[in-house]
T-cell receptor
């Protein structure tokens, strides 16, 4: 059973605009959430994370928002750049766990 | 740039071959992982090593045999694989302050080894 879901398999955005990638989870024990970026033929690269005690974390052009009541998180990329084109995975873990539960990924294409 | 290094990047092996995938990290992480990723699927956990001891085996078939020779190295020995085992094999690591403590949840991945079984 998929505990982390990314319902949009793909997203296309114009360069310079905002990209919003969404993720939902079902397990209320998850307390740490991460976003990874993956280029073809490479391993996932850690991008940004957020703990459940926060509702927002920002790092440069990347901001992650967490809505615990809705069990929803989102990644905002502003402004989007062609180099951001990749597959983005959200992942979640619970306290004491040493595994990440991944979503199925969203392929972002930033159009120049 | 990833600080988790995997070799080889590509491997083609027959079903009767014995081969190994290797992984090295120099971040001082004491938790190391093997994940398997098929096309258009998320990574799936196979094994976790904590302080060089196997702590999680996610019901992986015995034709996959992990080994952690020291705190920086992690191997995955392959024998008698099936074509359906063809995938991207990802090594990863994370911090773990002390044995028995939970590893940090931020896991850093290598670039992966593409395995094709023919």
């Amino acid at each position: 059973d998929q505990q982390v879901k990314q319902n949009s398999p793909s997203l296309s955005v114009q360069e310079g605009r905002i990209s919003i990638l969404n993720c939902d989870y079902t397990n209320s024990m998850f307390d740490y959430f991460l976003w990874y970026k993956k280029y073809p033929a490479e391993g996932p690269t850690f991008l940004i994370s957020i703990s459940s005690i926060k509702d927002k974390n920002e790092d440069g052009r990347f901001t992650v928002f967490l809505n615990k009541s809705a069990k929803h998180l989102s990644l905002h990329i502003v402004p989007s750049q062609p180099g951001d084109s990749a597959v983005y995975f959200c992942a979640a873990s619970g306290q004491g766990a040493n595994n990440l539960f991944f979503g199925t990924g969203t392929r972002l294409t930033v159009i120049p | 740039d990833t600080e988790v290094t995997q070799t080889p990047k590509h491997l083609v092996m027959g079903m009767t071959n014995k081969k190994s995938l290797k992984c090295e990290q120099h971040m001082g992480h004491r938790a190391m992982y093997w994940y398997k990723q098929k096309a258009k699927k998320p990574p799936e956990l196979m094994f976790v090593y904590s302080y060089e001891k196997l702590s999680i085996n996610e019901s992986v078939p015995s034709r996959f045999s992990p080994e952690c020779p020291n705190s920086s190295l992690l191997n995955l020995h392959l024998h008698a694989l099936q074509p359906e085992d063809s995938a991207l094999y990802l090594c990863a690591s994370s911090q773990q302050e002390r044995q028995g403590a939970s590893p940090r949840n931020t896991i850093y991945f290598g670039e992966g080894s593409w395995l094709t079984v023919v």
